[in-house]
Nanobody, 120 residues
């Protein structure tokens, strides 16, 4: 059974950093794509960053502006989202997604989400 488990969220001050982790189990990651989406209160869900496991190709939302970095650990089946220079507008629930067919930012599967709160 495919599972996505997020960790690493929490409360951080303006300008601080957090590293989110998405532990993936239940399928082979070799040809899959993993992504991060977020949803803030009263706003629509939006893509943050996605990565192709096969070639490491990554995509970032325009609002990221080099503040975030997505990476993968092939030996642990974990995808990370390093978030630096955090702003209050980054406050949201962050979701890990997976597409076993490798479509970048595909959303066949979702994690339960994890809260990130940035105080001003």
């Amino acid at each position: 059974q495919l599972q996505l488990v997020e960790s690493g969220g929490g409360l951080v001050q303006f300008g601080g950093s957090l590293r989110l982790s998405c532990a993936v189990s239940g399928f082979t990651l070799d040809y899959s794509a993993i992504g991060w989406f977020r949803q803030a209160p009263g706003k629509e869900r939006e893509g943050v960053s996605c990565i192709s496991y096969k070639d490491g190709h990554a995509w970032y939302g325009d609002f990221v502006k080099s503040r975030f970095t997505i990476s993968r650990d092939n030996t642990k089946n974990v995808v990370y989202l390093q978030m630096n220079s955090l702003k209050p507008e980054d406050t949201a629930i962050y979701y890990c997604t997976a597409d076993p067919r490798g479509r970048l930012c595909g959303t066949d599967y979702w994690g339960q989400g994890i809260q990130v709160t940035v105080s001003s």
